[in-house]
């Protein structure tokens, strides 16, 4: 996979609903948060249901699972990436900020040299 990053954002003014764009922000990450809560719990549900089916409870073996360095890793790239999820709007916002600021010192430089 190259190392090359494309940019896949809408470009434009996103909205706000709120006086405070902070909150705004809160709001898109705890509707993050809940949209992986949910999709997680469905996961959770169907897994259990499908083993009580088979006869296999599944809350003592979870109660005594010790993931091994595999599992470990897999787990924190899946927390890596959740964050990710969680904070693009912010991101988003600080390229924005820093786009604006380089066209800005751009435009500036060319009218010191014209």
């Given at each position: ?10 470009k ?5 609903f ?28 169907s897994m259990?249901?499908v083993?009580?089916?088979?006869g296999?409870?599944l809350?003592d ?14 787990r924190e ?13 912010l991101?988003e916002?600080v ?12 435009a500036d ?5 014209a």
């Amino acid at each position: 996979m190259s190392d090359t990053h494309i940019k896949r954002t809408v470009k434009g003014r996103r909205p706000q609903f709120n006086d405070d764009l902070a909150m705004d922000n809160v709001h898109g990450m705890i509707m993050a948060l809940a949209a992986e809560l949910a999709a997680l719990h469905d996961r959770v549900d169907s897994m259990e249901r499908v083993a009580a089916a088979k006869g296999i409870v599944l809350s003592d073996e979870i109660e005594n699972f010790v993931p091994d360095a595999d599992a470990l890793v897999a787990r924190e790239d899946w927390r890596r990436a959740l964050l990710k999820r969680m904070f693009y709007v912010l991101r988003e916002q600080v390229d924005d900020v820093s786009q604006r600021e380089n066209e800005q010192k751009y435009a500036d430089f060319l009218k010191e040299i014209a």
